[in-house]
């Protein structure tokens, strides 16, 4: 069967033509660039686009919002980025961000206000739980994944927003049995990539904290490893190709999860 | 007579030096740089949830009991020391008797809690020195630290004991008949525990009475000085420390004004009657006066029990990094260089900082996971005093691991962390369809 090819709005074609959606969907870099996150921000788009949802991306425009300069101390790029980004932002008149990345997420939310940022910042798990909630996206099939589930917490959704239960409720919508890890929600453990880890060479030590965590996600026997977070997910993908799993476990995004339920 | 003016001696001295250490590590956290808070009202709060209702620790609940009874323990005892201290300066003897059978319900309710405190404190040894949790054998856990929570134990045990045998003596001396030892009743645990004390003659009795009744009055007047030399100062900082612990989402790092303001002015010079930051401002922190006064509050109130490293990535796999460390090397830090401070200001150099007992390789392990800060039962965050010294490193010395610095340029040059094109940030669009006609 072939489709027709979908377009996905930009902000500022839709400026030039004096409209503003009503969501700014952020990629971010790792959506952007990532060769396996890329499979996530295309799952996502298209359950906004299957939804008809007011939305646009920056595309080329778009900037790092200077999370990982922060975290490693460079505060003066950080402020250069989120300044240049405000900008931006404000000049788009933007009101309300989707992120599918939770340290962008917790950068809107919490760090742009106070240097003049203020959106409504929504995560992609929130968004879609939003819209179970609501029923706009509809759950009438009697299909249940067959699968087992763990759910990993990313830290700066979880710890750092106190948001644990969005893709929680959005897996248990679509009927798939969840089991838990025995450090989770509060107690999760990191997935090792934050604070700039992501970027360098883990300190001396004794084990990679990824692989402490997929280790862990392996014990429940899951056969898929959900995360909500570039970051995560490229930490999950190497332990479980370290631990020579990848023929039994998968380590997906719930946005993944949920457009292949909604068969997208 | 003599008794009464050596106590009172000995009880205004030990006030007074209390009083001197405390407002000395007053003006020690007052040294570091200032910071406006709001939100009383939900601080308020938190005193009741976090510090008097246990919350957060009694998400092991056998631990939480066990810190409750201790916690109430201390609250409840003494006030038994009111009628210590007037007994004391006054010569008078259980000079709160007249409450009658009041007195006998106050004194057991007392006395159930010292036994309770006493077993806790087993407990609580046992599980240090016999099950050896790990978290009390961390690297940081050196002799001194151990030394101090064993005698932190012993002598709660010590003290609640005391009460204990003097109760006991002072019953079968009532019994006995004697003077100056009135029928007040019988109290709970030292009721039952007479079969002890039946046999003993009168000046035995007498001289057991007095030794416990001055081996706790004098042991609590030195405790209390020894506390606030010790990782104990939490039982009285901790309510200030959850009163003024971040109320913001965890995941919020403390905006820098100074650089803010230089980067506006870079951004759009033209903007600016704004000043440039005094000469001597320092970009995050290598001393300790470099942080925000509440990081300082946070390490006297830290009791180093180690849930926080217990719970760290970076340590869990190995790392050198242990939040923990952190903290006792800031309060380490502060009480070296405090009095300088006093005498000098600011300005003062002993030719050490943060960094003399913090390592560049222990900030650069932490993932900023927030599981310390989370894990603190009276709400510490280590990841603020890393955070401040990476900016350090980082704004002053140009100092970040080589991958670090990479990782900038590409921000700077490309606008991600990577090194791709802007152009290319949509590549992901392109042939993106539904796997079947929506409807």
């Given at each position: 069967?072939?489709?027709?090819?979908?377009?996905?709005?930009?902000?500022?074609?839709?400026?030039?033509?004096?409209?503003?959606?009503?969501?700014?969907?952020?990629?971010?870099?790792?959506?952007?660039?990532?060769?396996?996150?890329?499979?996530?921000?295309?799952?996502?788009?298209?359950?906004?686009?299957?939804?008809?949802?007011?939305?646009?991306?920056?595309?080329?425009?778009?900037?790092?919002?200077?999370?990982?300069?922060?975290?490693?101390?460079?505060?003066?790029?950080?402020?250069?980025?989120?300044?240049?980004?405000?900008?931006?932002?404000?000049?788009?008149?933007?009101?309300?961000?989707?992120?599918?990345?939770?340290?962008?997420?917790?950068?809107?939310?919490?760090?742009?206000?106070?240097?003049?940022?203020?959106?409504?910042?929504?995560?992609?798990?929130?968004?879609?739980?939003?819209?179970?909630?609501?029923?706009?996206?509809?759950?009438?099939?009697?299909?249940?994944?067959?699968?087992?589930?763990?759910?990993?917490?990313?830290?700066?959704?979880?710890?750092?927003?106190?948001?644990?239960?969005?893709?929680?409720?959005?897996?248990?919508?679509?009927?798939?049995?969840?089991?838990?890890?025995?450090?989770?929600?509060?107690?999760?453990?990191?997935?090792?990539?934050?604070?700039?880890?992501?970027?360098?060479?883990?300190?001396?030590?004794?084990?990679?904290?990824?692989?402490?965590?997929?280790?862990?996600?392996?014990?429940?026997?899951?056969?898929?490893?959900?995360?909500?977070?570039?970051?995560?997910?490229?930490?999950?993908?190497?332990?479980?190709?370290?631990?020579?799993?990848?023929?039994?476990?998968?380590?997906?995004?719930?946005?993944?999860?949920?457009?292949?339920?909604?068969?997208? | 007579?003599?008794?009464?003016?050596?106590?009172?001696?000995?009880?205004?001295?030990?006030?007074?030096?209390?009083?001197?250490?405390?407002?000395?590590?007053?003006?020690?956290?007052?040294?570091?740089?200032?910071?406006?808070?709001?939100?009383?009202?939900?601080?308020?709060?938190?005193?009741?949830?976090?510090?008097?209702?246990?919350?957060?620790?009694?998400?092991?609940?056998?631990?939480?009991?066990?810190?409750?009874?201790?916690?109430?323990?201390?609250?409840?005892?003494?006030?038994?020391?009111?009628?210590?201290?007037?007994?004391?300066?006054?010569?008078?003897?259980?000079?709160?008797?007249?409450?009658?059978?009041?007195?006998?319900?106050?004194?057991?309710l007392f006395e159930i809690f010292a036994f309770a405190v006493i077993i806790a404190s087993v407990v609580f040894l046992a599980r240090r020195n016999i099950v050896k949790i790990r978290r009390f054998w961390n690297r940081e856990m050196t002799t001194w630290?151990?030394?101090?929570?064993?005698?932190?134990?012993?002598?709660?045990?010590?003290?609640?004991?005391?009460?204990?045998?003097?109760?006991?003596?002072?019953?079968?001396?009532?019994?006995?008949?004697?003077?100056?030892?009135?029928?007040?009743?019988?109290?709970?645990?030292?009721?039952?525990?007479?079969?002890?004390?039946?046999?003993?003659?009168?000046?035995?009795?007498?001289?057991?009475?007095?030794?416990?009744?001055?081996?706790?009055?004098?042991?609590?007047?030195?405790?209390?000085?020894?506390?606030?030399?010790?990782?104990?100062?939490?039982?009285?900082?901790?309510?200030?420390?959850?009163?003024?612990?971040?109320?913001?989402?965890?995941?919020?790092?403390?905006?820098?004004?100074?650089?803010?303001?230089?980067?506006?002015?870079?951004?759009?010079?033209?903007?600016?009657?704004?000043?440039?930051?005094?000469?001597?401002?320092?970009?995050?922190?290598?001393?300790?006066?470099?942080?925000?006064?509440?990081?300082?509050?946070?390490?006297?109130?830290?009791?180093?029990?180690?849930?926080?490293?217990?719970?760290?990535?970076?340590?869990?796999?190995?790392?050198?990094?242990?939040?923990?460390?952190?903290?006792?090397?800031?309060?380490?830090?502060?009480?070296?260089?405090?009095?300088?401070?006093?005498?000098?200001?600011?300005?003062?150099?002993?030719?050490?900082?943060?960094?003399?007992?913090?390592?560049?390789?222990?900030?650069?392990?932490?993932?900023?996971?927030?599981?310390?800060?989370?894990?603190?039962?009276?709400?510490?965050?280590?990841?603020?005093?890393?955070?401040?010294?990476?900016?350090?490193?980082?704004?002053?010395?140009?100092?970040?691991?080589?991958?670090?610095?990479?990782?900038?340029?590409?921000?700077?040059?490309?606008?991600?962390?990577?090194?791709?094109?802007?152009?290319?940030?949509?590549?992901?669009?392109?042939?993106?369809?539904?796997?079947?006609?929506?409807?």
């Open positions: 069967m072939n489709n027709p090819s979908l377009k996905v709005p930009v902000m500022a074609d839709l400026a030039a033509r004096e409209k503003s959606p009503e969501y700014l969907f952020w990629v971010g870099c790792a959506g952007a660039y990532d060769d396996r996150y890329k499979k996530v921000t295309r799952a996502f788009t298209k359950i906004l686009l299957h939804l008809q949802t007011d939305f646009a991306i920056l595309g080329k425009e778009e900037r790092c919002t200077g999370d990982p300069a922060r975290r490693a101390g460079n505060e003066m790029l950080f402020q250069m980025m989120a300044l240049t980004n405000i900008e931006l932002l404000n000049a788009y008149r933007v009101k309300k961000i989707i992120t599918i990345c939770p340290h962008c997420f917790n950068i809107f939310k919490n760090e742009y206000p106070e240097l003049g940022g203020n959106y409504e910042v929504i995560h992609h798990t929130q968004f879609l739980r939003q819209m179970l909630d609501q029923g706009k996206i509809k759950m009438d099939k009697n299909t249940t994944v067959d699968a087992l589930i763990t759910y990993h917490d990313p830290c700066y959704l979880g710890r750092g927003n106190q948001e644990y239960d969005s893709a929680r409720e959005v897996l248990k919508k679509m009927g798939t049995p969840v089991t838990e890890m025995k450090r989770s929600r509060e107690k999760a453990l990191c997935c090792g990539a934050g604070g700039g880890q992501m970027f360098k060479e883990a300190e001396e030590g004794d084990k990679e904290v990824f692989m402490e965590r997929t280790e862990e996600a392996l014990q429940t026997r899951a056969n898929i490893i959900a995360s909500s977070c570039p970051f995560c997910m490229a930490m999950l993908t190497d332990g479980i190709k370290y631990k020579d799993k990848e023929e039994s476990v998968k380590n997906q995004d719930i946005a993944e999860l949920l457009a292949n339920y909604l068969e997208l | 007579m003599l008794e009464q003016i050596v106590f009172t001696i000995a009880f205004v001295s030990a006030i007074a030096f209390f009083i001197y250490r405390l407002s000395r590590i007053y003006r020690y956290i007052k040294s570091a740089k200032p910071l406006k808070l709001t939100g009383g009202r939900k601080r308020l709060a938190r005193i009741f949830r976090i510090a008097i209702g246990h919350s957060k620790l009694f998400k092991n609940p056998l631990v939480g009991f066990l810190h409750a009874i201790v916690f109430w323990g201390f609250i409840i005892v003494n006030i038994e020391m009111l009628e210590i201290i007037f007994d004391g300066i006054f010569g008078t003897h259980r000079s709160l008797a007249f409450l009658g059978n009041g007195y006998t319900i106050l004194l057991s630290p151990r030394t101090d929570a064993t005698i932190i134990l012993v002598t709660e045990i010590l003290l609640m004991a005391s009460i204990l045998v003097m109760n006991a003596s002072d019953i079968a001396l009532q019994a006995k008949g004697h003077a100056h030892y009135p029928a007040v009743g019988t109290f709970l645990v030292s009721g039952l525990m007479q079969p002890w004390f039946a046999g003993m003659s009168e000046a035995n009795l007498i001289f057991l009475e007095r030794f416990a009744w001055w081996f706790h009055i004098i042991g609590v007047l030195l405790f209390m000085n020894y506390i606030t030399f010790s990782k104990h100062l939490h039982i009285f900082f901790s309510f200030f420390n959850v009163y003024f612990s971040k109320l913001a989402p965890l995941g919020k790092m403390r905006n820098m004004p100074d650089i803010n303001r230089e980067v506006k002015l870079m951004l759009n010079p033209g903007a600016g009657n704004s000043a440039p930051p005094a000469e001597d401002t320092r970009f995050g922190a290598k001393d300790a006066t470099d942080l925000h006064w509440p990081n300082l509050l946070g390490a006297f109130s830290c009791t180093e029990c180690g849930r926080c490293t217990a719970a760290c990535p970076a340590h869990i796999t190995g790392k050198k990094l242990s939040p923990r460390k952190i903290v006792m090397d800031l309060r380490d830090r502060v009480e070296n260089s405090g009095a300088a401070i006093l005498k000098q200001g600011k300005a003062f150099d002993d030719k050490k900082d943060l960094f003399s007992h913090i390592t560049h390789q222990e900030l650069w392990a932490c993932t900023t996971c927030n599981a310390c800060v989370e894990e603190c039962p009276v709400n510490i965050d280590p990841l603020a005093v890393i955070l401040e010294m990476r900016r350090f490193l980082v704004l002053e010395q140009g100092s970040a691991p080589g991958p670090l610095n990479a990782m900038f340029s590409n921000i700077e040059n490309n606008g991600a962390p990577w090194q791709y094109a802007a152009d290319d940030r949509t590549n992901w669009t392109e042939n993106l369809s539904f796997k079947k006609q929506q409807s």
